[in-house]
């Protein structure tokens, strides 16, 4: 019997309301009323020149690697810890996937690798903050800018997380969002492309659009719409964008529940962990988390199966997560080998994830931090 899911989607707010009023409105496809609320909210709240709803995250990053004109044989550096969709977005244009090892303490791309991971081939970096902590964008972008490489951040996990004061996904030209059913913001499946760079806006427009005019057509800047380049259809319905506007009218409350969430597995786990060898997640001094998950890195993978066998027959429900990428049956057609990136090879051995969601009550919690003070090592 389960007693604590791993994840469960649900309703905060207006979300039945909304997409009630979606059909009222006689308006259910793409870029409608709600659409235009959803883009407006995350244009002002992380203050983008420009915010696009997409079907995903997965589509959102495939939209980037359009608009950059990623050609086959070029080169794109991925993280080797991160979801496949951030490389197969650009695997699909033809580009090369060079697997970047990632940092011992957050798991995100190991920066101090990066130039020496830059060849004239190389077109883009796609730094991904792991469970939310900023990667260090400060030297990822001077490294960037000085080889003339695009950066876009793949921020699936990092929504209202800030590096520096600054809200990640404003880093890069272009920022990819995730409102899959297991993200902190949700619409069931569902994503958002971020543009940064102005210059590259009018295009993404067209490009979600079926490759065609149509939203200059609406402003009334064209008086016919047209094809005018390549694309395909990545704009979600708006009975979607009225669900997830309803969780964005609710940020305050959804980020407040998850940040009591994730400090109540911290301190609760501290003296455990320290007791047991098991490492907590890092946040640095310059990053403010977005809360998407809470982690645990256990001494080996033996143990770490051990654990999540043992929480599931008392019902809890805990994952873990990324082969490493460059192991993987795709990453080894590129070449990857055993040994290119061990941090990568080792953690994926030792993480786990605790139920984390926004119906996860304390009392589920308790229970979770029970068990596992409870597990025996040996
Ligand atoms: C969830 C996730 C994605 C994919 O998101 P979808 O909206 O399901 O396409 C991409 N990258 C990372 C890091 C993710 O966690």
């Known amino acids: 019997m389960i007693k604590v899911d791993f994840n469960r989607p649900i309703t905060v707010g207006n979300e039945f309301e909304y997409m009630r009023q979606a059909v009222e409105n006689a308006h259910i496809s793409g870029d409608g009323p709600f659409t235009k609320k959803c883009h407006a909210f995350l244009e002002r709240e992380l203050g983008v020149p420009k915010a696009l709803l997409t079907t995903s995250c997965t589509h959102a990053l495939e939209m980037s690697a359009l608009l950059l004109d990623i050609q086959p044989g070029d080169e794109v550096i991925i993280p ?45 970096v796609v730094p991904v903050h792991y469970a939310g902590v900023g990667c260090e964008m400060d030297k990822i972008l001077a490294v960037a800018y000085q080889h003339n490489i695009a950066v876009i951040e793949d921020n699936a996990h990092g929504l209202f997380g800030k590096y520096r004061g600054k809200y990640l996904g404003t880093f890069g030209s272009l920022a990819s969002q995730s409102f899959h059913e297991t993200k902190n913001f949700s619409c069931g499946e569902g994503g958002a492309l971020l543009i940064n760079d102005p210059a590259l806006a009018e295009r993404a427009e067209i490009i979600r659009e079926k490759g065609t005019n149509r939203s200059r057509f609406f402003r009334g800047q064209v008086d016919k719409y047209t094809w005018v380049d390549i694309g395909s259809s990545y704009l979600p319905s708006d009975i979607l964008a009225a669900f997830l506007y309803a969780q964005f009218e609710q940020r305050e409350k959804i980020q407040t529940h998850r940040k009591q969430v994730w400090e109540m597995y911290a301190v609760g786990l501290k003296d455990w962990a320290a007791a047991h060898d098991v490492r907590l997640p890092y946040v640095p001094e310059d990053c403010e988390q977005a809360y998407h998950m809470f982690y645990m890195l256990l001494p080996d993978l033996e143990l770490r199966q051990k654990l999540i066998m043992y929480l599931r027959e008392r019902g809890i429900y805990s994952v873990f997560h990324y082969l490493p990428l460059h192991l993987s049956d795709m990453g080894r057609g590129f070449g990857g080998r055993e040994g290119d990136c061990p941090v990568t090879e080792r953690i994926s051995d030792q993480l786990i994830r605790l139920p984390f969601h926004n119906a996860l009550t304390s009392n589920d919690q308790e229970m979770v931090i029970e068990a596992i003070r409870e597990f025996r090592f040996s």
């Open 80 to 124: 080797d810890f991160t979801f496949v969709s951030t490389v197969n977005a650009f695997v699909l244009r033809g580009a090369k996937p060079v697997f970047l090892d990632v940092r011992p303490d957050t798991l995100n791309l190991d920066e101090s690798k990066l130039e020496a991971a830059i060849t004239p081939r190389t077109k883009a």
